[in-house]
């Protein structure tokens, strides 16, 4: 795992580099200014350079650094890969990216995957699941040999203190989400550890929990959010009680909690759940 040092802050964005025998395979790449640092902790781990990138989803925190990554692995060839429905939001990431008010770059010459494909890395084997919701685009990578689902934004909790909604801008679907959820219990006891984005490694019973608990907590939150939006719009007092309410031990200040709360408000009203 690489932290991703978005915003220069750690902790909030996982990256992980699966290697065997040399064979590498990146997973999202955090911002392009980051791409520098990132290579540099792959040089520091042993890790370098890898020869195939995957991305998620087609959020900017995840794809932003492909162009800059891809020229600092020193001339190899790195594939990119991605859903097949990333593809043309990757081709042009104003539609995912523009309610974020963060710019990205197109990325063409990506491998498109559907559920099912099978990821070669030197024998390891890496299964395509796809994880609809937060984006329409969305998937995970099921390394069987070693039971850890790499799961992107399907899951996101930073520690036990900290849970983010999963609502997000322009294409969260609730539908879609439930059933991600669903799949994601069903698989449980395949799986031993979940490597989510947003953050970190999750294991053993932990991992349990956060199947379990996923789904509770996304209503929580979306049926608070909504109800506190309906008393009071303004972003300051929705991201005052959101700390108040489900994160009042965690390290997320009120002042770190409105760039997200604007972006879930934004989502919510995307996805038809407030006017
Ligand atoms: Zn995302």
Known sequence: MIDGNIYEMKGGL????????????????ST????????????????????????????????????????????IEVEVLASEKAIDNLKDPRYMNDPFDVPAKPVEDVTPLTEGDLIDLNGLTLRVINLFGHTMDSIAVLDEKNKNLFVGDAIKRKDFNTFSPLFMPPDFNELALLNTFQKLR?????????????YGIWTDEDCQNLLNEMESLHHKTKESIIAWYNENPKIEYLATKYVETFIPNSSKTVEEMQNSMAWLIKGLKMSGFIK
Do not use: C
């Open 32 to 75: 392009e200014d980051q791409a520098g640092y990132i290579v540099n902790k792959m040089k520091e781990f042993g890790i370098f350079p890898v020869q195939k990138i995957l991305l998620t989803h087609s959020h900017w925190d995840h794809m932003q650094g492909v162009e800059e990554l891809v020229k600092l692995m020193g001339g």
């Open 186 to 198: 069903d698989i449980g006891n395949d799986i031993n550890s979940l490597s989510l984005s947003h």
């Open 14 to 29: 996982s990256l992980y580099v699966i290697d065997n025998g040399g064979e590498r395979m990146l997973i999202d790449t």
